[in-house]
């Protein structure tokens, strides 16, 4: 059964049609990629899916429940999470606040234990940390814990956001360029992670990526959208030799890919 | 960890206790003039207010300036209930707070939706409207006010509220609800696309920073004899705003000192009444130019930061414990 059920998805903008009958179905486990052109409307689907905007039209099927006109937060209590092209990280916090925020969903206990020091305050602040801690291991920032999080390194930061997302331990994970502005080295590091995640964390991932040689070699689905529509999906091979695709977007880069 | 926390508990009451018992000791003793007694409940009145506004200012980053209008709710609340239906005290400070906590929980519903510039016009009329609603109440005295109101408020009193608001807005903060409010403040998209509920938080530090608001007003109320709805206007609001944005917008210990510098300042420039907000608003742009942040920026001060200069240690971020 499908995990993420789009259907006829539309987004219109004043008078243009950011995205229009956008169709897709992930299921679980997949490492699926979003190609496009720039101006495809790739975020706008992000955007659409996490409840950041609502839909002009169409229906967005998660785990069996229709989630259109829910607010954010409340889409990703039920399981979805996120990090943006344009970093959004709180930028004054530690890292490790950073993560720790993510993990506030998971938190039981109440107000007056949090203002009187009561019942499972300490128990609860203390296993968090330990749990934030955990997921800075993994993209290797925990020695950074303690670090402002906007005086870190760019590739940092893009490590820590997702970091983050995960901490909100959700079952479908929306990544928005995760390696732009990264060099190849740490691109190539990150690939690797991400696959790992997707296993150690039984994932599905839905990636935006513009880089051609990693969304080949990671995904194993790949849907390309172009003015707002998908103009085609398949495999990786499906995609490179695909004229439509050639000819409207990638030209030498798939073939060369 | 918990070994730590519960050394800082501890060296806290101490300090408490010290400050507590000497002025007590001082008031006991007859040591200690009524001009200073009235400065001294003034602090403690003014850093309840902006410890208070600096929960939704500094930490949740909405830009309110109605505060002297939750005060004032608090105020006559707890004055009516004293004066005109011989309540107690206590149920008197109570019932202000929770007046006010109620508006600020009604007037954050809606205004919550605006931003930046628009929220703190809507919360400046909010103060307006408050003010003049109590002036067309003539069950309250209408513009000249309510009087006759018992003098309750001891130093007794303001301390332990005082503490009691220091106290709990910290706790607060260093929680996860509060560091859901603090997430608001640092970018709202990525904080409700990490499961908070912005709408929730952001009336909850309405509501907390209005319900202390209504104690420190309650407190007011039963020092002065006399309240008038002209000594909640726009001006009052701006002088608590003055101390959170001097003392570092999202430091406690921060609002704490500057609502402390700031009464006594204003005490001992009272001789020169005329000029008073002249000098006030010269200090206000100095310390902009030089010192934008505030005070204390958002850091905390605390002991571990003597400890660490003693030790000779330059970084290293100030605790937030
Ligand atoms: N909030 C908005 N209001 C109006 N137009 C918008 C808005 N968000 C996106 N658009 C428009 O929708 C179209 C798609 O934008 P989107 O950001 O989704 O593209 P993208 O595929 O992510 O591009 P890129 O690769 O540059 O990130 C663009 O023409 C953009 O200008
Ligand atoms: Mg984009």
Same mark, same amino acid.
């Given at each position: 059964?499908?995990?993420?059920?789009?259907?006829?998805?539309?987004?219109?903008?004043?008078?243009?049609?950011?995205?229009?009958?956008?169709?897709?179905?992930?299921?679980?486990?997949?490492?699926?990629?979003?190609?496009?052109?720039?101006?495809?409307?790739?975020?706008?689907?992000?955007?659409?899916?996490?409840?950041?905007?609502?839909?002009?039209?169409?229906?967005?099927? !998660?785990?069996?429940?229709?989630?259109?006109?829910? /607010?954010?937060?409340?889409?990703?209590?039920?399981?979805?999470?996120?990090? !943006?092209?344009?970093?959004? @990280?709180?930028?004054?916090?530690?890292?490790?606040?950073?993560?720790?925020?993510?993990?506030?969903?998971?938190?039981?206990?109440?107000?007056?234990?949090?203002?009187?020091?009561?019942?499972?305050?300490?128990?609860?602040?203390?296993?968090?940390?330990? /749990?934030?801690?955990?997921?800075?291991?993994?993209?290797?920032?925990?020695?950074? /814990?303690?670090?402002?999080?906007?005086?870190?390194?760019?590739?940092?930061?893009?490590?820590?956001?997702?970091?983050?997302?995960?901490?909100?331990?959700?079952? @479908?994970?929306?990544?928005?360029?995760?390696?732009?502005?990264?060099?190849?080295?740490?691109?190539?590091?990150?690939?690797?992670?991400?696959?790992?995640?997707?296993?150690?964390?039984?994932?599905?991932?839905?990636?935006?990526?513009?880089?051609?040689?990693?969304?080949?070699?990671?995904?194993?689905?790949?849907?390309?959208?172009?003015?707002?529509?998908?103009?085609?999906?398949?495999?990786?091979?499906?995609?490179?030799?695909?004229?439509?695709?050639?000819?409207?977007? @990638?030209?030498?880069?798939?073939?060369?890919? | 960890?918990?070994?730590?926390?519960?050394? *800082? #508990?501890?060296?806290?009451?101490?300090?408490?206790?010290?400050?507590?018992?000497?002025?007590?000791?001082?008031?006991?003793? $007859?040591?200690?003039?009524?001009?200073?007694?009235?400065?001294?409940?003034?602090?403690?009145?003014?850093?309840?207010?902006?410890?208070?506004?600096?929960?939704?200012?500094?930490?949740?980053?909405?830009?309110?300036?109605?505060?002297?209008? &939750?005060?004032?709710?608090?105020?006559?609340?707890?004055?009516?209930?004293?004066?005109?239906?011989?309540?107690?005290? +206590?149920?008197?400070?109570?019932?202000?707070?929770?007046?006010?906590?109620?508006?600020?929980?009604?007037?954050?519903? +809606?205004?919550?939706?605006?931003?930046?510039?628009?929220?703190?016009?809507?919360?400046?009329?909010?103060?307006? #409207?408050?003010?003049?609603?109590?002036?067309?109440?003539?069950?309250?005295?209408?513009?000249? $006010?309510?009087?006759?109101?018992?003098?309750?408020?001891?130093?007794?009193?303001?301390?332990?509220?005082?503490?009691?608001?220091?106290?709990?807005?910290?706790? &607060?903060?260093?929680?996860?609800?509060? *560091?859901?409010?603090?997430?608001? *403040?640092?970018?709202?998209?990525?904080?409700?696309?990490?499961?908070?509920?912005?709408?929730?938080?952001?009336?909850?530090?309405?509501?907390?920073?209005?319900?202390?608001?209504?104690?420190?007003?309650?407190?007011?109320?039963?020092? &002065?004899?006399?309240?008038?709805?002209?000594?909640?206007? &726009?001006?009052?609001?701006?002088?608590?705003?003055?101390?959170?944005?001097?003392?570092?917008?999202?430091?406690?210990?921060?609002?704490?000192?500057?609502?402390?510098?700031?009464?006594? #300042?204003?005490?001992?420039?009272?001789?020169?009444?005329?000029?008073?907000?002249?000098?006030?608003?010269?200090?206000?742009?100095?310390?902009?130019?030089?010192?934008?942040?505030?005070?204390?920026?958002?850091?905390?001060?605390?002991?571990?930061?003597?400890?660490?200069?003693?030790?000779?240690?330059?970084?290293?971020?100030?605790?937030?414990?």
């Amino acid at each position: 059964m499908a995990l993420l059920a789009v259907n006829n998805l539309t987004k219109v903008f004043g008078g243009l049609s950011a995205v229009s009958d956008f169709n897709i179905e992930l299921h679980p486990g997949e490492l699926v990629g979003l190609i496009g052109p720039n101006g495809a409307g790739k975020t706008t689907v992000f955007n659409l899916l996490t409840g950041v905007y609502e839909p002009t039209e169409g229906t967005i099927q !998660f785990n069996h429940e229709n989630i259109v006109g829910l /607010k954010p937060y409340e889409i990703t209590q039920r399981g979805m999470a996120r990090t !943006f092209q344009n970093i959004r @990280l709180f930028s004054n916090l530690s890292v490790l606040d950073n993560v720790r925020i993510a993990y506030h969903t998971h938190v039981k206990y109440g107000l007056t234990s949090a203002v009187m020091r009561l019942g499972n305050y300490y128990k609860e602040e203390e296993e968090m940390t330990r /749990k934030a801690i955990e997921f800075l291991h993994i993209f290797n920032l925990d020695r950074k /814990k303690d670090e402002i999080a906007k005086n870190l390194p760019y590739g940092e930061q893009r490590r820590l956001e997702i970091a983050r997302a995960l901490a909100a331990k959700p079952r @479908l994970l929306l990544l928005d360029e995760p390696a732009a502005g990264m060099n190849p080295q740490e691109t190539h590091e990150l690939m690797n992670l991400i696959k790992w995640i997707r296993d150690e964390f039984k994932l599905t991932i839905l990636l935006i990526e513009h880089d051609m040689s990693l969304v080949m070699g990671a995904c194993e689905r790949i849907y390309v959208l172009e003015y707002g529509m998908i103009i085609a999906h398949g495999t990786p091979e499906e995609i490179k030799s695909n004229p439509r695709v050639i000819e409207a977007y @990638l030209g030498e880069e798939v073939a060369h890919a | 960890m918990q070994k730590i926390l519960n050394k *800082r #508990i501890i060296l806290t009451i101490l300090v408490l206790g010290l400050l507590y018992g000497s002025i007590q000791n001082l008031i006991v003793q $007859g040591k200690l003039n009524p001009y200073y007694e009235i400065n001294l409940l003034l602090i403690g009145i003014n850093i309840m207010m902006a410890v208070s506004l600096n929960l939704i200012n500094g930490f949740t980053g909405q830009f309110s300036i109605g505060h002297a209008g &939750f005060m004032a709710v608090g105020a006559y609340t707890s004055a009516v209930l004293t004066v005109k239906l011989q309540q107690p005290f +206590p149920l008197a400070i109570l019932a202000g707070s929770l007046a006010a906590a109620l508006i600020g929980f009604l007037i954050g519903l +809606p205004t919550l939706r605006l931003k930046g510039d628009y929220l703190a016009i809507a919360t400046l009329g909010f103060g307006e #409207i408050i003010k003049v609603v109590f002036v067309n109440i003539e069950y309250v005295g209408g513009a000249s $006010g309510l009087s006759g109101i018992p003098h309750i408020t001891t130093w007794n009193w303001v301390f332990f509220l005082t503490a009691f608001t220091v106290v709990f807005i910290k706790n &607060f903060i260093n929680s996860t609800h509060g *560091r859901a409010c603090i997430s608001i *403040r640092e970018d709202e998209i990525a904080a409700e696309t990490m499961g908070i509920n912005t709408t929730k938080y952001k009336v909850m530090a309405f509501t907390i920073g209005a319900f202390f608001a209504g104690a420190a007003g309650a407190l007011y109320a039963h020092y &002065f004899y006399i309240i008038q709805p002209n000594t909640f206007n &726009f001006l009052k609001s701006i002088d608590y705003l003055v101390m959170v944005v001097l003392g570092g917008m999202g430091s406690i210990t921060g609002s704490v000192l500057a609502a402390t510098a700031l009464t006594i #300042i204003s005490a001992l420039l009272q001789r020169f009444a005329e000029i008073r907000m002249v000098i006030y608003a010269l200090l206000l742009i100095v310390i902009m130019l030089f010192r934008p942040q505030g005070l204390m920026g958002n850091k905390e001060f605390s002991l571990s930061i003597l400890e660490r200069l003693g030790r000779g240690e330059k970084h290293g971020s100030v605790s937030s414990k």
